[in-house]
């Protein structure tokens, strides 16, 4: 064992070109130059580059790689990569390993296949792809995967992390307008940071190749409620089963290998459900990695034989899955904007960028409910400690406490930390932090970090820190404004904190996010409550969010309206491939197999009869009634739902479409799963055609 823990430093980030890589491997002249590029965004030079790739190149190769790939991150929500060799041939015959300056700064994918939401017309193929020096470069397999952006021939976006670098840009831009009025000195960068928590499911895999829904759909679309599910909560943080254990332990080898700071894992409160969670890191960085974390939990997950389910609900009933975005602040110099000390009355800073977050997130209720929007999504919000989908902010007691005398004028009496006593003298004493937790809020200000809970499992990261990054900037942008006219800055600082919090204080809420009343509450304040992806997606191309987009530069109108499409097509498309599933496991799989019980049951009746034994009430002859009953109304929605699938195919407005999907298909798919799940429970097991949820859920 301090062998492997000796081992770890060495190990880790040892497939990564990173900061200290270069350090040691490239010319002096040269590694100041990139390091120039990176943190000004001066050029590079082509001879700079020529150097850097051939550096890269022998690196690569040392490490077994043969190929090269530009890793970007288009709009379908996974990464892309086309592999390219290092071999050049020669005239005599043989090849050398070749990479140059131009190989490694640009690129030219197809584009003509990836969502583009009609910026481009299909039979127009080129798309290109340019180097991103601010990610390290990684080795995956055999390939050398060099982080890029990803832009059309005539230079829109196609991507999430252009936007992503955007809107980190302009948050950084006006922090540092803050800053600079309170003179705080050293700081030259101000970044976003996030720790993504991510969470999965893990299934057998032999069960999973029975589920054509889950192989077609990554969530069941049939499914009784096992006898018993999560009610004991005997899973959550409960001993890691072997298995998967070995799962783990081999995960975070891989993940560490490539500089992930993978840090946390446990079992969640559903059954098969675990979490990881990673250190701290700038949320350009951070969005590489969850995608990379998560192509190695379905990777790694195969090879012992499981199989890895990230879709936010894969079973109904039980928790489902997100990603809980902890979003923060912090300079180069190592300060956490968003950490308000032992006193954060007196902490001026941090009230000013609190006010900034908490206006951001009272304005942009909407593009923040947008960011997280999927059919999949739509499942999970509100349910089994997922959060609603109305936004809302919890402060806690204290920092609530500290503006509510800000905007009231009043001294803050508050307490001072306080320490914990267990009442067992040999456990020593310990801090106790000024406020609890609340697990049901969807964006909650957890100390020194705000933990937005309303991402999805499968979900890029990227969408949501656009959003986050984005706003806020805004906010800040409108305060600094404001401050940089003024010549009693301290003044202005508390009217700005003060005003802002009386403005915007109804996104602040500290109870019970589940609770009926609350949905009256929200509605009293006039907060959104878009509880499908159809009635949040219409509110992206508003005049308001395209003018926030187009005045920092993050998007243009036609790049909005082309993430717009791409959104509602791709809500449709999943919603007609759930439907299309279930019409065919219904005809071809639960129709046949309940009729052959049926049978068997018919033989078994008439063989009583056969030999005179007769019951006033014949429980075979009552049970063959009821599952021929079921059975008809089985073939009657399945019919239904064709009809209303047929239906969708006339109707060609995508936003008209999407509210065909949510208030026709989705109500019909609901009436065909309520009466298979009750086949289920009248049906033997020999019978039924698939794995049924006990057996998936403990099936690890």
């Not at 850097?52 to 530009?70: Q, Y």
Request: net charge negative.
């Amino acid at each position: 064992m301090d062998y492997i823990n000796k081992e770890i430093p060495k190990m880790f980030g040892n497939l990564v070109f990173n900061d200290s890589v270069m350090k040691n491997r490239l010319p002096k002249d040269i590694y100041r130059s990139l390091k120039k590029t990176i943190e000004e965004g001066t050029e590079l030079d082509i001879n700079s580059a020529n150097s850097i790739a051939s550096v890269m190149r022998d690196w690569a190769i040392e490490k077994g790689a043969t190929h090269f790939t530009h890793w970007f991150q288009p709009l379908t929500g996974i990464t892309a990569e086309k592999h390219e060799s290092f071999i050049a041939a020669q005239q005599d015959g043989t090849v050398i390993m070749e990479f140059n300056g131009n190989e490694l700064i640009k690129g030219e994918p197809d584009a003509s296949s990836f969502p583009s939401g009609g910026l481009r017309a299909t039979f127009e193929a080129r798309g290109y792809t340019a180097w991103d020096p601010t990610s390290y470069s990684f080795i995956k397999g055999r390939c050398l995967c060099i982080p890029t952006v990803f832009c059309s021939y005539c230079g829109n976006v196609l991507d999430k992390k252009t936007p992503l670098l955007r809107s980190m840009e302009k948050l950084n831009e006006n922090a540092l307008r803050i800053l600079n009025l309170f003179n705080v000195e050293g700081v030259t960068h101000v970044s976003s940071t996030v720790g993504p928590e991510q969470e999965y499911f893990l299934i057998d895999k032999k069960l999973f190749e029975q589920r054509e829904d889950l192989k077609f759909c990554g969530r069941t679309l049939f499914g009784a409620k096992p006898p018993k599910g999560q009610e004991m909560e005997d899973h959550y943080f409960g001993a890691i089963r072997p298995r998967v254990d070995a799962f783990m332990e081999e995960l975070d080898s891989e993940l560490w290998k490539l500089g992930i700071f993978a840090k946390t894992e446990h079992n969640e409160v559903a059954p098969s459900q675990h979490e990881l969670a990673p250190i701290f890191t700038t949320t350009n960085t951070a969005s590489d990695h969850n995608q990379i974390t998560m192509e190695m939990l379905k990777r790694i997950a195969e090879k012992h034989g499981l199989t890895c389910l990230l879709h936010e609900k894969p079973f109904a009933g039980i928790n489902g899955s997100g990603k809980h975005n902890n979003w923060s602040l912090s300079t180069n110099t190592g300060k956490n904007l968003l950490d308000g000390g032992k006193n954060p009355i007196t902490n001026k800073i941090f009230l000013l960028f609190l006010s900034a977050v908490i206006k951001a997130v009272d304005q942009h209720q909407d593009l923040l409910r947008i960011s997280v929007a999927s059919a999949g999504n739509d499942y999970r919000l509100g349910a089994n400690e997922a959060p609603p989908a109305i936004l809302s902010i919890f402060l806690g007691d204290e920092l609530t406490s500290i503006m509510e005398s800000i905007a009231d004028d009043k001294a803050y009496t508050g307490s001072v930390h306080s320490s914990m006593k267990t009442g067992v003298h040999a456990i020593p004493g310990f801090r106790k932090d000024t406020t609890d937790r609340n697990r049901t809020s969807p964006f909650a200000f957890t100390g020194n970090k705000f933990e937005f809970r309303m991402v999805g499992s499968g979900m890029s990261i990227a969408d949501a820190n656009i959003v986050l990054n984005t706003i806020v900037a805004d906010s800040l942008s409108e305060f600094a404004d404001t401050l940089e006219k003024t010549e009693d800055i301290s003044t202005a600082v508390d009217n700005i904190i003060k005003q802002t919090y009386i403005k915007h204080k109804r996104i602040v809420f500290n109870g019970n996010n589940y609770s009926e009343e609350w949905v009256l509450e929200a509605k009293k304040r006039g907060l959104l409550n878009l509880k499908t992806t159809a009635d949040a997606l219409s509110f992206f191309i508003s005049k308001k969010n395209i003018e926030l987009f187009e005045r920092y530069g993050i998007l243009s109108e036609v790049e909005l309206r082309s993430r717009y499409e791409i959104l509602l097509e791709n809500y449709c498309k999943i919603i007609n491939i759930e439907a299309l599933t279930m019409q065919q496991i219904a005809k071809r799989n639960i129709y046949p197999s309940v009729s052959r019980y049926i049978k068997s049951l018919t033989e078994l009746y008439c063989l009583k009869k056969s030999i005179d034994i007769a019951f006033e009430k014949d429980s075979t002859l009552l049970q063959i009634k009821k599952l021929t009953s079921l059975l008809d109304s089985l073939h009657f929605e399945t019919e239904n739902l064709e009809n209303t699938v047929a239906h969708s195919k006339n109707i060609k407005n995508n936003e008209e479409l999407s509210f065909y999907c949510k208030d026709i298909i989705i109500p019909s798919m609901n009436r065909l799963r309520a009466v298979a799940d009750e086949l289920e429970t009248n049906t033997a097991s020999s019978y039924w055609p698939f794995p049924t949820y006990g057996q998936l859920l403990y099936s690890v």
